[in-house]
């Protein structure tokens, strides 16, 4: 306690220290009141908890002015009985654990037995509820914690609690309040967050009188996100569901390429509690770190089981904090499945990697990856392409095997099935682009006059791409497929052994990784203090690219302080690798766009370039019909 201290100030200690007594419950439940409903949505929290736990199907929120002069919660739960009913507004009165041990294993929402009185404490609070076992309910009025009067109501089984004035009678944490419109949102956003997590029970939301949602129950989540939030949201969501050992993940990610200004659509729960857990948006934007650009965030519905044994819920009366007893392992299994289920999203395990050939582009004279003749020579352009000077080094080069298939387009013939295939109209002399899985799905390049930008029209709209973009992320797509499927022992030597003088710390990581690098295909060693000997390569590298990329490699190791594994400095150098020498440039040619989009499109992550920023995007029709505000 702070007594203050000078000379004439008269200290208080010995009239409290003589007046010292147990507070009455009252005083007692306003003080609690004060960590267990700081807000109203924490009150509408409590009561929606409350419902859940009495196995309610059908749950009704209404408020107004924020819930600050009035708030509704009403379910078909199990109700309780008159005596339950005056027990449950006495402190520590819980039906939901007996002794301390339960606290280890708990299921419900609520524990505590807080909640109920501390609301009453501080509101004019009215309680209704009736069981099946009894005809009538039971009616309870509370007046800022003074019991006003208790009679029987008729009303159908279930629970129905009404605050209104919420601290009226505490006009010091009245004023913490924030305005309408932000305690409005604090309570439609924790609304949403239970429906997410029940979409079996019908939930309802009015704001005075203005339904917000009502979302009757519905088996499948993606279904409550899409009446909840939006169609929107929904769209960009994918199911996942991941188990191992004895956790597991499910609910709804993010597909890449999707990302959102905010973290509030990162919606968190434990074991079906809501959470704000550091442990898992750690995890979510780790895993998304080169799928969403930096400074967006990928929207999530993450919902982690676990034995409950293994997560501390109750260190804050509001529950919204929690601890796992393991953290390290949770984190790690967060990453590794988060990661898991965006690969899979994005067909990664769908789309083969297969070695990218390349061939002779018949107007730059470059390599530049090979695609379906059929769709060059069908939907070449009316206007023969005029490539800009300068764009010559700009393709990718990828194939790492050294054995580069030569031909030009006009040698070839088109084969005999050229006319078939219904990639698209004959007659229609624009470029098209192919084709993620479905045959029917075409992309048709209307223009390019934007720098990078290429414009395309897609049976579902428009989409807008970045043509450098593309040409990195398949460069670094084809380096990392190289150098997963050779990883060991290939090995090329270099004709002339090249020597490397470095500082001291990366001298010093350098020596700490020469085997492990011996493992991945690279012979170096050292032949004096600093200097290095690079005697051999691995395949992937290109031998002239070699010594960029080792200093590339050491770099990075040595800015990040050489402590991660050497997998991820080796795929941060091919990160560089990939987007280097793509010198300043206008535009590719169509046909060079045809054939990036073309290739991007078979790329196992091809909607974020490896720095993690978008390549494309869709408009949908729908927006433009939304803007023109009739069908097209
Ligand atoms: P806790 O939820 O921590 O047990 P509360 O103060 O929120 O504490 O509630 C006290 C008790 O009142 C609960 O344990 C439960 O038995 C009963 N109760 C509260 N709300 C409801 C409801 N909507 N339906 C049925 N019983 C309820
Ligand atoms: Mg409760």
Redesign the pocket.
Known sequence: MYFPIGRNVPCPYEKIMAKIRILPDRVANQIAAGEVVERPAAVVK?LI???I??GAQKIEIEFRNGGKSYLRVE?D????NPD?ALL?LERH????IRKASDLDEIQT?????????SISSVSRFTLR?RTEENSEGNEILINGGKMIHVKECGMPVG?RIEVAYLFNSVPGRRKFLKTEVTESSHIIHLAKLYALAHPGITFSLIDGSRTLFRSPACEDLLDRVREIFGKSLAECLAPIEIESGGMNLGGLLGKPGYSRPTRKEMLFYVNRRPVESKTMSYALLEAYHTYAPKGRFPPAVLFLSLDSSLVDVNIHPAKRELRFREEIKVRGFLIDSILHAIKQISGEKMVESKAIELERDSHSGQMVPKIDDRLLDRYKPVHSPHPIPGVADLKPELDFSNKVKTKTLSDETPPADSNQGGLAEKSDPRPVVGLRGDMNVTWRLIDRSHGNMALFSTPQGLVVGHSRSACETIRFEGLKAAFVTTRKASSQSLLLSDSLELDGAESAYLQKCIPQLGEIGFAIEEFGRNFFRMQACPTWLEPEKAHTFLRDFLEIASDSGGESKIEIYVKEAMVRQATKNIGSHESFSEDEIIRLSNQLLACRNPYTCPQGRPIYYELPLRDFENRFQRKL
């Open positions: 409590e908890e409350n419902s736990d009495a379910d739960g199990c109700g309780m339950q449950c009165a819980t039906s939901k929402f609520g524990f505590r037995g807080e909640a109920l009185p509820t629970t």
